[in-house]
């Protein structure tokens, strides 16, 4: 892989890392969603159960939220690393390298397509 191509990537992997850790940020600045959350259902026998159901809705949606912004993160550091120590862009199941439009189009691949596709 050119080391164009390698730095192109490397700065689209920070840029998204950034965007992701000011997503998990303003989680956890949100007044500590999760706290806030089960305190607010704790007293679910003050209101109607229909809130109570759109309230329990609404506070999986940000946990799941919150849990792959935390998995996208993780990702991108993984990628991040592998750049670091010189297996970024080689399969890690088939040892094969992986095709610069793939790591273009989804720059944490870890796989080739054929690799990808494989049963476990």
């Given at each position: ?47 109607h159960p ?29 990628a991040l ?40």
């Amino acid at each position: 892989m050119d080391q164009q191509l390698m730095n192109q990537l490397k700065q689209q992997l920070l840029e998204d890392r950034q965007r992701v850790q000011e997503e998990l940020d303003s989680f956890e600045t949100n007044e500590s969603f999760l706290e806030e959350s089960i305190g607010e259902l704790n007293s679910a026998d003050q209101q109607h159960p229909a809130d109570t159901g759109t309230e329990m809705y609404e506070r999986e949606k940000d946990m799941a939220l919150h849990r792959r912004a935390e998995e996208e993160l993780s990702e991108i550091d993984h990628a991040l690393e592998k750049m670091e120590n010189g297996t970024y862009g080689i399969c890690e199941k088939s040892g094969k390298e992986i095709p610069a439009e793939r790591l273009k189009a989804m720059p944490t691949a870890r796989y080739t397509i054929e690799a990808a596709n494989q049963p476990e």
